[in-house]
């Protein structure tokens, strides 16, 4: 018997995929969850750059817009604008 091969069980936890928006004209931030994307009209798993070129900063009306995705994770830290 070998007792060093253990089996990894899987654990699934919820966790919300958000996709974060920064303004990079006026620094206006925000998020959405991924699966609000089909409000925008998108692909739950459109690219980046499919969403990028469709945002408008709300507040400046600049496109100069960064995303990226994150995983939204409510037992670890939380994430800290720079
Ligand atoms: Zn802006």
């Given at each position: ?18 996709i974060a928006i920064d ?6 931030a925000t998020s ?23 945002l ?9 817009v960064?995303t ?15």
């Amino acid at each position: 018997m070998d007792s060093r091969k253990t089996q990894a069980t899987p654990i699934f936890l919820p966790m919300t995929t958000r996709i974060a928006i920064d303004c990079l004209n006026c620094g206006h931030a925000t998020s959405v969850p991924e699966e609000r994307l089909p409000d925008f009209g998108l692909e739950p798993k459109s690219s980046l750059v499919t969403l990028s070129k469709r945002l408008v900063c709300r507040e400046c009306g600049s496109k100069a817009v960064r995303t990226f995705r994150y995983v939204e994770d409510e037992d670890g830290p939380p994430l800290v604008p720079q």
